[in-house]
């Protein structure tokens, strides 16, 4: 599929890897909506990405955890511009600590957004692709979805949701013409790094004070920039790949995982026990 002078929606478009992927369409001559619940955020990206290149960026205030929201993005993007070509369900949190010193309200947070969140977006714009019988769905996974990530338990479970509905949904609608992918990175340079926080939400006692840019880095490596991604996940749309994986490291660890569940696991158990021993962990 080409990607040139595409209609598109990236949700979480204020920065991180929405920003990345606005970024890199509106180079290729797309008319982009990105859509993030930082209405002012947002706008200062859209209107930044308006001089990178010879596509439009436009901005929506959008929470995805309202479907009726959801809904009326992209029944006001076809509105506008006739039809939508690419979704990109993007918009994410982080959430993490032990699973006993977890609230229920960390987990449904979690889910409300990296799960339903994809879930409005793909029941308010895939019934449109059918009738289009064109369209790419693709949906922002994580690295933690497909492999285990301790401490990470409501990010992982919302993660590994997002994998098993984009490959379910992908079977159903290969039929119709329409495609559907899943984005699986490992650690990438964005804002979530820095955000120990939600709102309104405790964070769990023995994570206080830990830095989790300091602590990913040391488990996943160095943080790969968004913009890298962002070219990755566009090559991977237009070979329509069902699940793109990047950096190179984190497509390692996927094949060993594949290949060696038990001895990766074991690995993992290892890796965590040092590093919650070490100093100022845990």
Request: glycine share 10%; hydrophobic share 45%; proline share 7%.
């Amino acid at each position: 599929m080409a990607l040139d002078n595409n209609i598109a929606i990236v949700t979480g478009g204020a920065s991180g890897i929405g920003a990345a992927l606005g970024r890199a369409l509106v180079q290729r001559s797309c008319v982009v909506v990105l859509a993030d619940i930082d209405a002012d955020g947002v706008q200062r990206t859209a209107e930044r990405l308006a001089t990178g290149g010879p596509g439009r960026a436009v901005a929506r205030h959008v929470d995805v955890r309202d479907p009726e929201a959801v809904a009326g993005l992209v029944r006001d993007t076809v509105a506008s511009h006739g039809r939508l070509d690419l979704l990109f369900n993007n918009a994410g949190i982080g959430v993490g600590g032990p699973v006993e010193e977890l609230l229920l309200a960390h987990w449904q947070r979690t889910l409300e957004v990296n799960l339903y969140g994809v879930i409005h977006g793909v029941m308010a714009a895939y019934p449109l692709m059918l009738r289009q019988g064109h369209g790419h769905i693709v949906n922002t996974a994580s690295m933690a979805g497909l492999v285990p990530a301790p401490l990470l338990a409501p990010y992982a479970a919302s993660k590994f949701g997002v994998v098993g509905l984009s490959l379910a949904l992908r079977a159903e609608a290969a039929r119709h013409g329409v495609r559907v992918s899943v984005v699986c990175p490992g650690v990438i340079d964005t804002p979530i790094l820095d955000k120990q926080e939600q709102p309104g939400l405790p964070v769990p006692r023995s994570i206080q004070g830990m830095d989790p840019r300091v602590w990913l880095t040391r488990i996943g490596g160095p943080p790969y920039p968004p913009e890298r991604l962002a070219e990755d996940v566009l090559r991977g749309v237009a070979a329509n790949r069902p699940i793109i994986v990047a950096p190179a490291s984190a497509r390692l660890v996927w094949r060993l995982w594949r290949w060696f569940p038990a001895l990766v696991l074991r690995e993992v158990i290892a890796r965590l026990d040092r590093e919650w021993r070490a100093p100022g962990a845990g």
